[in-house]
């Protein structure tokens, strides 16, 4: 049973460019949390999905980012137009549970974006 | 002030010493408080999660919760260069896990 699959492990993207980062859940988990981390600090809750629903973005910047857990395949976390201080590791997790419930949220490897 | 509050460190122990890392929390309606543990460049992974207040124990760690003043401890007994890593206690709540910012744990063979 593979765990939660996180691709690209490293992206940099020079600023103004997109980034787009793959989170594919762990088999029958259909919720789905995208977390930052920056150096030497905890994560920060950005937004929790389920399939084809954003249940809770209030973690997300209100411009630039966005993220959608389609039907099929993985969730994506989208940055447009980046800039250095979205430099920061990503984690994605997933759960067979709602948030509130949420004892048993298995996280990827994380992407490590750098903005150059 | 913050929802989760952790000591920071840098801790450093020496090999089999008893590491004591604790957090504090503001919410009281948080109702799960979990222990993860993340290496460099990793992952958190779940160790241990606890609901009600008292003692937990698994192997080596314990973790403890004491809802009355809103502070969970996790111990770790005859520590290991192994454990070494950063600790992160959480706390669920509606917007899904809300992390201290972490204890970096060094142990020293």
């Known amino acids: 049973n593979a765990g939660v699959m996180q691709n690209p492990r490293h992206l940099v993207r020079r600023r103004g460019q997109e980034a787009r980062l793959r989170c594919s859940p762990m088999?029958?988990?259909?919720?789905v949390y995208w977390y930052r981390q920056l150096p030497e600090e905890g994560l920060k809750f950005m937004v929790y999905l389920q399939k084809e629903n954003i249940i809770d973005e209030s973690g997300m910047p209100k411009e630039r980012f966005s993220a959608e857990f389609p039907k099929e395949g993985p969730s994506i976390l989208r940055i447009q137009q980046v800039v250095r201080g979205d430099s920061a590791a990503y984690f994605c997790a997933s759960s067979p549970l709602r948030a509130d419930m949420n004892t048993e949220a298995f996280f990827g490897q994380g992407t490590r974006l750098t903005v150059v | 002030q913050k929802e989760v509050e952790q000591d920071p460190g840098p801790l450093s122990v020496p090999e089999g010493a008893i590491v004591s890392l604790n957090c504090t929390y503001s919410?009281?309606?948080?109702?799960?408080f979990m222990w993860y543990r993340q290496y460099s460049r990793k992952g958190p992974e779940l160790l241990m999660y606890?609901?009600?207040?008292g003692n937990k124990e698994d192997g080596r760690f314990t973790a403890q919760v004491d809802k009355s003043s809103k502070y969970i401890s996790l111990f770790i007994r005859d520590s290991q260069p192994s454990d070494s890593a950063t600790y992160l206690c959480a706390i669920t709540g509606r917007r899904a896990l809300t992390f201290g910012s972490g204890t970096r744990l060094q142990v020293q063979p």
């Open positions: 919410n009281s309606a948080f109702q799960y």
């Open positions: 088999k029958g988990h259909s919720h």
């Open positions: 606890t609901y009600s207040s």
